[in-house]
Nanobody, 126 residues
Framework: QVQLVESGGGLVQAGGSLRLSCAASGRTFSRYAMGWFRQAGGKERDFVAGISRTGGSTAYADSVKGRFTISRDNTKNTVYLQMNTLKPEDTAVYYC???????????????????WGQGTQVTVSS
């Protein structure tokens, strides 16, 4: 089992940047593909980005391609989400998730992920 703790959320103006971090407990971080999802008020939790166990494969939602970058550091048990050129519609609670899947696969579906963090709020003002 793995525990996930997100950080780095906050309030930023449109066009600005934030970097989210997700720290995982345990010594088996490299066994999990990792992902970021977001949920705006009253809406479903949507996929944002995913990364395979060793970082060799990534996947992005169309809405964030070219603006967001997911990365991971297996020596620090941490996955990151660099968010640039933020828009008001990026406002949401952002969740980190871990998936027990094979290597070279970056899951995109909510039900592929086994463990979830508590979320961090990102608010983008216009």
């Amino acid at each position: 089992q793995v525990q996930l703790v997100e950080s780095g959320g906050g309030l930023v103006q449109a066009g600005g940047s934030l970097r989210l971090s997700c720290a995982a407990s345990g010594r088996t971080f490299s066994r999990y593909a990792m992902g970021w999802f977001r949920q705006a008020g009253g809406k479903e939790r949507d996929f944002v980005a995913g990364i395979s166990r060793t970082g060799g494969s990534t996947a992005y939602a169309d809405s964030v391609k070219g603006r967001f970058t997911i990365s991971r550091d297996n020596t620090k048990n941490t996955v990151y989400l660099q968010m640039n050129t933020l828009k008001p519609e990026d406002t949401a609670v952002y969740y980190c998730a871990a998936a027990v899947v094979g290597d070279w696969y970056a899951p995109t579906a909510h039900d592929e992920y086994d463990y979830w963090g508590q979320g961090t709020q990102v608010t983008v003002s216009s």
